[in-house]
């Protein structure tokens, strides 16, 4: 019988192609570092300046180092089979050229320093990366100031960096070693000039620059007030400046240096008068290592038992803590809390539940020793009223005097340090928001003795006038107020009979109010502030219980989230301001 059963053609296709990759090429390396070894086939002699002759081939060479490369297709050392390598130690181009070969290198504190002079060199990027790496983990007081200078000669960018930051970070530790007398001119200059420098205080920075100058007192004492224009002497304290800086010597002989002095005793005296726009310049600025940013402090309100607080704390985003600052010289809720110039906070009348105040206490956080002070007392007495700062004037807005709701306004010139009043709102308000929006002035919602609203009006300081807006969808007394991107928001509040989680949110360009999605909490009385592009919304009352709670909105993504660190103190009409961090805090 036949067999029918066919066998296929093959059928037609490309070309097949495999690639095979070798894995390694450890062993090519082996054969040519003992071919070098025993001096087979090796068409090139390194000899150093102690006379050692280093044998090698050209074509390895030149493939690893751009230096060698260099030499051997470009120079006359292409030519010739032996090169002298001048100032490099044998030891360590013994090493660099094993390194060449093998891709093995050991690095040791005592030739760290020949290897990263001979790796850069001869370009060998990888062995000068691994001593930066080396030198970054030895880092410590005692040898930064030489590592900084390595770094600097061998053009190791990123150790530099690195290395002045960590001298900055520890200065009080460097500076009491030998090597920081012999810190150059101007790397004196560039590290007391350095807002990365952190210090228990300016004190420190003084005593290390009259330090430096004594090591060398004939050549370094003409430069000295180059270097006291970057002590910022104002932030030292008042009997320090006398007890140790108007008898120093260096100074009294110097005419420039004792304008530094006579400029910090006035700053001191200006001091004096908390409120006073003192003339800014580098010396009377905190230095802010790692950048300013900001913090929020609230302050007083009423806790959980109905207690009237004296205590205030801050929060810090960054590390997402509350913690506890300076207690107010008299307990107060339902004030007004504004801030100056970032650092100074101004707390306002409010009420222990027996009286109302007229009274004004200060806060200078940028001081050592931060602590409440009296300062100019208001015209009127005030609580549930609004506070409000527009280019250092600061606005009180309403309230209660105990006796009637107020439509009166007044404001304080931080210039002239005197108190004067506004044109009057339309309506008496109490328990409202007040907020800033492009220099206007919006109180929003409130109450009076039984109503509450939704109107709101504007004032614009420059008719003294105010005038009605857009109402609110509903109407909030103990409302927050907050200004974010342009856009005036307001937080919960009650009608009488409802304590609201809605918030509405207010455009000047569209002229009426739309509401956002509700926060997590109904919160009556809570507190307001702004921060690095979110609103905070602080504690409050929800109709149970007095709240510790914090959430913020992010107007980008339009949804609330829950602050996972709660208040310290429970607090309801609490008032809260976004502040410098404190450098200097006093807890208690």
């Not at 030292?236 to 002989?253: C, M, R, W």
């Amino acid at each position: 019988m036949q067999n029918t059963k066919q066998i296929p053609e093959p059928s037609r296709c490309e070309l097949a192609k495999y690639e095979y990759k070798k894995s390694s090429y450890g062993e090519i390396y082996d054969v040519l570092q003992s071919l070098r070894k025993d001096k087979i086939l090796c068409d090139i002699k390194l000899e150093t300046d102690d006379g050692e002759v280093i044998f090698g081939h050209k074509v390895v060479l030149a493939s690893a180092s751009p230096y060698f490369l260099a030499m051997f297709t470009n120079f006359s050392e292409k030519n010739q089979d032996q090169v002298a390598i001048r100032q490099l130690d044998s030891s360590a181009l013994q090493l660099l050229i094993d390194f060449v070969y093998s891709g093995e290198i050991s690095i040791t504190e005592k030739n760290v320093q020949v290897l990263l002079s001979a790796s850069n060199l001869l370009q060998l990027q990888e062995v000068k990366n691994a001593c930066c790496d080396f030198l970054q983990a030895q880092l410590c007081p005692t040898n930064v100031v030489g590592i900084v200078a390595l770094a600097d000669l061998h053009d190791c960018t990123k150790l530099l960096t690195s290395s002045e930051l960590y001298m900055q970070q520890h200065f009080s530790d460097v500076v009491e070693g030998e090597e920081f007398l012999f810190l150059s001119y101007e790397q004196m200059v560039k590290l007391i000039a350095s807002e990365e420098l952190t210090v228990p205080s300016e004190e420190k920075i003084f005593e290390s620059v009259i330090r430096w100058v004594k090591h060398d007192l004939d050549s370094r004492k003409p430069i000295l007030p180059k270097l006291m224009e970057h002590v910022r002497l104002p932030l030292t304290s008042k009997y320090y400046i006398l007890k140790n800086v108007v008898d120093e010597p260096l100074l009294n002989n110097c005419f420039k240096c004792k304008d530094y002095v006579f400029e910090a005793l006035r700053f001191h005296l200006l001091k004096s008068e908390e409120l006073i726009t003192i003339p800014h310049n580098i010396r009377t600025i905190p230095r802010q290592p790692g950048g300013t940013h900001k913090v929020i402090l609230a302050v007083g309100g009423a806790g959980s038992n109905n207690e009237i607080l004296d205590s205030t704390e801050w929060y810090d985003p960054k590390i997402n803590q509350w913690q506890p600052g300076p207690k107010m010289i008299t307990p107060s809720c339902a004030g007004g809390l504004a801030v100056v110039n970032d650092n100074f906070a101004l707390y306002l009348g409010g009420t222990n539940f027996v009286s109302i105040f007229q009274s004004a206490y200060g806060l200078n956080l940028s001081s050592e020793s931060p602590n409440w002070t009296p300062t100019y007392n208001m015209l009127v007495k005030r609580q549930s009223f609004g506070v409000c700062v527009i280019n250092k004037y600061i606005y009180a807005v309403g309230g209660n005097d105990g006796e009637n709701f107020l439509s009166s306004a007044e404001v304080f010139d931080c210039r002239t340090r005197e108190w004067h009043t506004i044109s009057n709102m339309s309506t008496r308000r109490a328990g409202h928001g007040l907020g800033v929006l492009n220099n206007l002035l919006y109180a929003v919602g409130g109450s009076d003795s039984g109503r509450r609203f939704n109107s709101v009006e504007c004032y614009r300081p420059s008719l003294d006038k105010w005038t009605p807006i857009a109402d609110m969808c509903v109407r909030r007394a103990g409302v927050g107020v907050g200004v974010l991107n342009g856009v005036l928001y307001a937080v919960g509040g009650w009608d009488g009979a409802q304590i609201w989680s809605s918030v509405e949110a207010y455009r000047p360009s569209t002229g009426v109010w739309s509401t956002i999605p509700d926060m997590h909490l109904s919160r009556r009385g809570a507190a307001v502030a702004v921060l690095g592009g979110l609103l905070y919304v602080i504690g409050g009352h929800d109709g149970a219980s007095i709240l510790d709670s914090v959430e913020s909105y992010n107007p980008k993504t339009n949804t609330w989230t829950m602050i996972t660190a709660s208040m310290n103190v429970p607090r309801r009409f609490a008032r809260v301001v976004a502040i410098d961090r404190p450098r200097y805090i006093k807890t208690c």
